[in-house]
């Protein structure tokens, strides 16, 4: 049956792609989905108080990722991180989190931050340096991988590449694992504008490979998050042995992940999250070395993530969520801070054409039905 939506009409797919739960990891690549939080939606709480999350829903969703053989980078930008779920909240996810994936054997790493300081302000280096090293010792206290995210404290406490260095510096050396360093571009987050001491991307690249080449036995990899994939193969030609880039890049991956003759990229994605069976599906079939069969299952998905994260991209959240409303993967459209209302309706519909398409859809009857009930309370009666 025909849907109204606002861009035209459509009929939706009837059957979903064949994608069971239970397959093993992929093993030419290490692949994480970073994972969104399912807001309680009878929470009484407004956009400036502490999230109010549904704890169940949202470990239920970790369970769904690892059942497909992906790992799940916790407590990062798209688990809204600085965007509604502060660093109480985002402890306890990392603490929940770490505890099921330990009862399901499943991959996890966690995002390392300095979210608990104040948001304005200028702190000192130390105070900086402190927020980071109770963050990684909390991870560490639970047994996963620690994820260093880049930091908006930093880039206030900063006064050029030399802070940086000193401050990563001080943090490798405490780490008692190898640890993820992720650079997040400003189109993600504006507050990180000039990140390693310079908004020339070419010296700020300098610097953070320089962090890197002083510390390659605590660095495991690196995620590269500017949509530049040009960039993210420069870099990955510079890392010393054995650290691995993880693209974190929402508009190239696929390319980026079949790599070259002279390499590859692994994964930590945002849109893994809606993508999640698919993508470790065409990552199993990579493993078999069949390139043309992972780009012919990956390359039909970039339409639909370049239309989440287009501009402001930091707003892909909304659509990452929606997506896994109409899944099934939660029961209601609400997000913590109230960011549901950070897309338009027209953005959301076509969302829903993309991924319904695509087959991603485990249950197209009740996705249309949730398509057609958003649009009724938008008032689109047709």
Same mark, same amino acid.
């Given at each position: 049956?025909?849907?109204?939506?606002?861009?035209?009409?459509?009929?939706?797919?009837?059957?979903?792609?064949?994608?069971?739960?239970?397959?093993?990891?992929?093993?030419?690549?290490?692949?994480?989905?970073?994972?969104?939080?399912?807001?309680?939606?009878?929470?009484?709480?407004?956009?400036?108080?502490?999230?109010?999350?549904?704890?169940?829903?949202?470990?239920?969703?970790?369970?769904?990722?690892?059942?497909?053989?992906?790992?799940?980078?916790?407590?990062?930008?798209?688990?809204?991180?600085?965007?509604?779920?502060?660093?109480?909240?985002?402890?306890?996810?990392?603490?929940?989190?770490?505890?099921?994936?330990?009862?399901?054997?499943?991959?996890?790493?966690?995002?390392?931050?300095?979210?608990?300081?104040?948001?304005?302000?200028?702190?000192?280096?130390?105070?900086?340096?402190?927020?980071?090293?109770?963050?990684?010792?909390?991870?560490?206290?639970?047994?996963?991988?620690?994820?260093?995210?880049?930091?908006?404290?930093?880039?206030?406490?900063?006064?050029?590449?030399?802070?940086?260095?000193?401050?990563?510096?001080?943090?490798?050396?405490?780490? &008692?694992?190898?640890?993820?360093?992720?650079?997040?571009?400003?189109?993600?987050?504006?507050?990180?504008?000039?990140?390693?001491?310079?908004?020339?991307?070419?010296?700020?690249?300098?610097?953070?490979?320089?962090?890197?080449?002083?510390?390659?036995?605590?660095?495991?990899?690196?995620?590269?998050?500017?949509?530049?994939?040009? =960039?993210?193969?420069?870099? #990955?030609?510079?890392?010393?042995?054995?650290?691995?880039?993880?693209?974190?890049?929402?508009?190239?991956?696929?390319?980026?992940?079949?790599?070259?003759?002279?390499?590859? &990229?692994?994964?930590?994605?945002?849109?893994?999250?809606?993508?999640?069976?698919? @993508?470790?599906?065409?990552? =199993?079939?990579?493993?078999?070395?069949?390139?043309?069969?992972?780009?012919?299952?990956?390359?039909?998905?970039?339409?639909?993530?370049?239309?989440?994260? =287009? &501009?402001?991209?930091?707003?892909?959240?909304?659509?990452?969520?929606?997506?896994?409303?109409?899944?099934?993967?939660?029961?209601?459209?609400?997000?913590?801070?109230?960011?549901?209302?950070? =897309?338009?309706?027209?953005?959301?519909?076509?969302?829903?054409?993309? @991924?319904?398409?695509?087959?991603?859809?485990?249950?197209?009857?009740?996705?249309?039905?949730?398509? #057609? &009930?958003?649009?009724?309370?938008?008032?689109?009666?047709?």
């Amino acid at each position: 049956m025909t849907i109204h939506l606002p861009q035209g009409p459509y009929t939706p797919r009837a059957t979903p792609l064949d994608l069971a739960p239970g397959a093993a990891a992929p093993t030419s690549r290490t692949v994480f989905s970073a994972a969104h939080v399912v807001a309680d939606p009878y929470a009484d709480s407004g956009p400036d108080d502490p999230a109010a999350v549904d704890w169940e829903s949202t470990l239920a969703f970790r369970r769904h990722l690892w059942a497909h053989g992906l790992g799940v980078a916790e407590a990062m930008d798209t688990a809204q991180r600085g965007m509604g779920l502060d660093w109480a909240g985002a402890a306890e996810l990392i603490r929940r989190s770490a505890a099921e994936a330990k009862t399901v054997g499943g991959q996890i790493a966690c995002g390392v931050g300095t979210d608990q300081l104040p948001a304005g302000g200028t702190p000192t280096l130390a105070e900086v340096t402190a927020a980071y090293e109770e963050q990684l010792a909390l991870a560490e206290e639970n047994g996963v991988q620690p994820i260093l995210m880049a930091s908006r404290a930093l880039v206030r406490a900063a006064r050029g590449p030399e802070d940086y260095l000193a401050t990563y510096a001080h943090l490798l050396r405490q780490a &008692s694992e190898p640890v993820i360093l992720h650079w997040l571009g400003p189109m993600f987050d504006p507050a990180l504008e000039g990140y390693w001491g310079s908004a020339d991307l070419d010296d700020a690249t300098d610097t953070f490979l320089k962090v890197i080449a002083e510390h390659p036995d605590k660095v495991d990899g690196v995620k590269i998050s500017l949509l530049d994939a040009a =960039r993210e193969i420069d870099v #990955r030609r510079r890392l010393p042995g054995g650290v691995r880039c993880y693209t974190g890049d929402d508009f190239n991956y696929p390319e980026l992940i079949a790599g070259d003759e002279r390499g590859f &990229s692994h994964a930590l994605l945002g849109i893994f999250d809606p993508l999640g069976p698919l @993508a470790a599906h065409a990552v =199993r079939v990579l493993d078999t070395g069949d390139v043309d069969g992972f780009r012919a299952l990956l390359d039909p998905t970039v339409e639909l993530s370049r239309h989440l994260f =287009r &501009s402001p991209t930091r707003f892909y959240k909304t659509g990452v969520v929606f997506l896994a409303w109409l899944s099934g993967h939660q029961d209601h459209f609400t997000m913590v801070g109230g960011l549901q209302s950070a =897309r338009s309706l027209p953005h959301l519909a076509k969302a829903y054409e993309l @991924a319904d398409r695509l087959g991603l859809f485990p249950d197209p009857d009740l996705a249309e039905h949730r398509m #057609r &009930s958003l649009l009724t309370v938008h008032g689109g009666t047709r």
